[in-house]
């Protein structure tokens, strides 16, 4: 048994981060690291960056800067720096801040054990190779009961579709797709934990295509399979572009009703033209179309969405088609993004907005998604809604739980109902979350 040491992960980023962090956790567990909160007693320290967004590694690097104190007050403390921002700054990471140990990039978490045997010996290793075979494979999943009713699941990885706007095809590579009896064994592996649903995760969740028993499977394919297993109660993907909506998908949405009826389907822009530059690949009136075809087999799902303002070349014309578009589909909750550079990508040399515009362009989209977003929850009270209920919220005696078109649900509740779905009825609609109560 290896000595008992505590590992402390500050996860940047996107889901499919949060879910790494956790996978990076199982990796480290036969090492002898359990995880900590308290970055002051941990013997290791790992940033999951990400570099989405903003000044990614510049954050990166201040984070790091803060973090010197901490070793000045426990010299023997390690550091290492893993996620998308590793991916793409590798060796530079140690070249810039001498502190950090390792450097794993977002597809060799399956190599940290031996990272860290090589630390021991005084190397600081540099992992930022896309293998070929799943990452996951020798990774086990931790044991005993789960803390979270709810789980997410990797199904894919990587991005071929190269919007002009983004690093996900460079840091995470290329699409691909885990094999269908991995991920099967993994969701039964979760469910005997106490997991009751699961969340499919991918950059590009609906492109999924992997191997099945007989051949190739697609997400719906993969939907329904999971949807025979007994215990789980609720099955969610994760995000998915419109032109990998195919046909079986949307009838799964109408015919599984395990299947929640929630939907994130970023549009990025209402405008044909910036679409075009963003390399989008479909039209604003495509879009809407789909809409149209996933409400007419499921006509009370929730949308959702992502936006980015401000796209080189966007014009006030084109951004009033974004404010259209919102009208038009009336997202239940959407994500929106002043554009940022990302060196490397084609949008990066283009003509920018000023910031300026960007930034009223951005209150402005927020105003209405916002009150899109609140109108959708005030039309939940006085219903009643299942709710799976999760775990204790700020108030003694309050519990919250997600409903199925993913609002945060806060009630009174017995803690022997956590994990369980109630019916619970809406009485009032905060900012970001709904109040109920439970029907007997
Ligand atoms: N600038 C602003 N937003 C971006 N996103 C991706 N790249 C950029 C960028 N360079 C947003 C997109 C994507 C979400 C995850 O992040 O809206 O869907
Ligand atoms: Fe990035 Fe999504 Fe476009 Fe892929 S589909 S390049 S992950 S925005």
Redesign the pocket.
């Known amino acids: 048994m290896s000595e008992q040491k505590k590992l402390y992960i500050k996860t940047y980023g996107?889901q499919m981060n949060v879910y790494d962090s956790e996978r990076i956790s199982d990796a480290l567990a036969p090492e002898g690291y359990s995880v900590t909160a308290d970055e002051n007693e941990a013997d290791l320290v790992l940033l999951n960056t990400c570099h989405?967004?903003e000044k990614a590694a510049e954050k990166i690097y201040s984070e790091l800067g803060r973090m010197k104190q901490l070793k000045l007050k426990k010299p023997e403390m390690q550091f290492g720096v893993a996620g998308c921002v590793a991916q793409a700054e590798g060796q530079e990471i140690i070249n810039r801040q001498p502190m950090v140990d390792l450097v794993v990039g977002s597809q060799a978490y399956h190599n940290l054990p031996e990272m860290m045997r090589d630390v021991a010996k005084g190397q600081k290793p540099v992992d930022i190779d896309f293998p070929a075979e799943d990452k996951f494979d020798h990774i086990l999943r931790s044991k005993g009961k789960r803390k979270l009713p709810s789980a997410f699941l990797t199904v894919q990885e990587g991005c071929d579709k190269f919007c002009a706007?983004?690093?996900v095809p460079y840091t995470r590579g290329a699409e691909v797709s885990r094999p269908a009896q991995k991920i099967i064994d993994e969701a039964k592996h979760l469910v005997d934990q106490g997991v009751v649903e699961i969340n499919l995760l991918g950059q590009n969740v609906n492109a999924y295509h992997g191997q099945g028993a007989d051949g190739e499977w697609s997400l719906a394919r993969l939907i329904r399979e999971l949807a025979k297993i007994n215990e789980l109660k609720r099955i969610r993907f994760t995000?998915s572009h419109p032109n990998d909506m195919d046909d079986d998908l949307i009838a799964a949405h109408g015919d599984t009703e395990k299947l929640m009826p929630y939907l994130h389907l970023?549009v990025?822009a209402g405008s044909d033209r910036v679409l075009k530059a963003m390399n989008r690949k479909h039209t604003a009136e495509e879009y809407l179309k789909l809409i149209e075809r996933i409400r007419s087999v499921r006509k009370d799902i929730a949308l959702s969405g992502?936006?980015?303002v401000g796209f080189p070349g966007e014009t006030e014309a084109d951004f009033q088609d974004t404010l259209n578009l919102c009208e038009e589909v009336r997202y239940g909750q959407a994500?929106s993004?002043?554009?940022?550079?990302?060196p490397g990508?084609p949008a990066a040399d283009r003509d920018q907005v000023d910031e300026v515009e960007k930034a009223d362009r951005l209150k402005r989209l927020q105003t209405l998604l916002t009150k899109h977003q609140y109108e959708f929850q005030l039309s939940m009270v006085g219903k009643i809604l299942p709710v799976l209920l999760e775990k204790p919220a700020r108030d003694p005696g309050q519990f919250v739980g997600k409903s199925e078109y993913l609002h945060a649900v806060h009630m009174d509740a017995k803690a022997e109902q956590v994990g369980t779905i109630v019916q619970a009825k809406v009485t009032r609609t905060e900012r970001n979350s709904l109040g109920a109560e439970i029907v007997k």
């Open positions: 996107c989405i967004r706007f983004c690093v995000t970023p990025q992502d936006f980015i994500y993004f002043k554009y940022s550079t990302r990508t």
